[in-house]
């Protein structure tokens, strides 16, 4: 059986973002302790198991079993290389947006509060933005007072800095 080779003419790989706070970080040390110490051995039980059956050609319970092993291990050096790069995020001051730091921003008439953080935190419902989203790349390094304008949907809206907060710990 051959496989395509098709590519996608304008699909770029995104690129990682290893910004994370400290409580990620500590969240993802715990994920992956839980993942290598219990999960994964009760997957390789459960993969040498249904191995004792015989025929791997025909032991579909023996595939489902190696795929999701081979899907814990893919998790694993995942985990492993987000907690090896990972950028803790440390905002110094209030003077300037940072990553990190709570701006609250006048768009139009509105006022809107978000926080910058890492694209893997990113909760755009409660206010947490990444520092690559549009939004978010408009605000670093303003102060407050600063006026800019940002694209959103087909319209160019006026916003203004009306505070910086740096409530990370």
Request: charged share 30%; net charge positive.
């Amino acid at each position: 059986m051959q496989i395509s080779k098709y590519k996608l003419k304008n699909y770029k790989e995104p690129r990682a973002d290893f910004w994370i706070t400290q409580n990620k970080y500590d969240e993802l040390k715990v994920k992956l302790t839980k993942i290598i110490k219990i999960i994964r051995p009760e997957l390789i039980k459960e993969v040498q198991r249904t191995a004792a059956n015989g025929d791997f050609s025909e032991n579909v319970e023996y595939k489902i079993a190696k795929g999701k092993l081979r899907g814990i291990n893919n998790q694993i050096l995942r985990i492993e290389g987000q907690l090896k790069y990972a950028n803790i995020i440390k905002p110094k001051n209030n003077s300037a947006v940072q990553i990190g730091h709570t701006v609250t921003v006048q768009i139009e008439d509105k006022e809107k509060t978000y926080q910058i953080l890492g694209s893997t935190e990113t909760d755009p419902g409660n206010g947490i933005i990444s520092h690559n989203s549009p939004l978010g790349l408009a605000l670093l390094d303003k102060r407050v007072g600063d006026k800019f304008e940002i694209k959103i949907g087909t319209k160019n809206k006026k916003c203004t800095i009306i505070g910086i907060k740096c409530d990370l710990k």
